[in-house]
């Protein structure tokens, strides 16, 4: 089945500076790719849709000058959160539609990001 | 909120009990997932309903989809110590493409 690979896995980062997580499709291609943030014993939030060749689209509330998104290619998206805070410590997954709207959503492994 | 609702929160039960966990979504959708996800890992896929559909079944699990009154259950037999984890539905709103809105989750515990 379709491999959607995310790194790292996990990553700490000291105050104020940035974290770069990418999110790869391996045998597929994906104009689409959706990144998400949950805080300990929370749910999953959806963050952004991230548009192949364009600009991402945020949700409200996300800081887009924080969580940088970047499309470049079919096949990879990145997430950067810039100056990172303690605040910004969570988990965060990424996923790509599946080839049709039968078909569930082929997500990342995540990635816990601890910033102290 | 983004967030559909689930119920219960948090659910204890013993090896071979049944549980059962219940999603309210808002909004008209084109399918519903479930996903499982152990200790704040990655998510497993578990279930995928269409909105056309009323009840599915995989293994031990059985899911239900009222459109109706916007709302969904997992039910999973028999459990086992191995099921305990987080639950969670998320919604595949009409209009977008697996852009899912995840509800809040049921956390198991099944004990020995």
């Known amino acids: 089945g379709a491999v959607v690979s995310q790194h790292p896995s996990w990553v700490i980062c000291k105050s104020g500076t940035s974290v770069k997580i990418e999110c790869r499709s391996l045998d597929f291609q994906a104009t689409t790719m959706f990144w998400y943030r949950q805080f300990p014993k929370q749910s999953l939030m959806l963050m952004a849709t991230?548009?192949?060749?364009?600009?991402?689209?945020?949700e409200q509330g996300v800081e887009k000058d924080k969580f940088l998104i970047n499309h470049a290619s079919l096949t990879l998206s990145t997430l950067t959160v810039t100056s990172a805070h303690p605040e910004d410590s969570s988990f965060y997954i990424c996923?790509?539609?599946?080839?049709?709207?039968?078909?569930?959503?082929?997500f990342g492994q995540g990635t816990r990001l601890t910033v102290v | 909120s983004q967030q559909g609702e689930e119920d219960p929160q948090a659910l204890s039960i013993q090896e071979g009990e049944n549980a059962t966990m219940n999603c309210s979504y808002k909004t008209s959708i084109n399918n519903l997932q479930w996903y499982r996800q152990n200790s704040g890992r990655g998510l497993v896929h578990l279930i995928l309903i269409r909105s056309n559909e009323r009840e599915k079944h995989s293994g031990r699990l059985r899911v239900t989809l009222d459109t109706s009154k916007k709302s969904s259950s997992l039910l999973i037999t028999a459990s086992r110590a191995a099921d305990t984890a987080s639950y969670f539905c998320?919604?595949?709103?009409?209009?977008?493409?697996?852009?899912?809105?995840f509800g809040a989750g049921t956390r198991l515990a099944v004990h020995p």
């Open positions: 996923s790509a539609p599946g080839p049709n709207l039968d078909t569930e959503a082929f």
């Open positions: 991230s548009n192949e060749g364009s600009k991402a689209t945020y």
């Open positions: 998320a919604t595949d709103q009409t209009g977008g493409y697996n852009k899912l809105i």
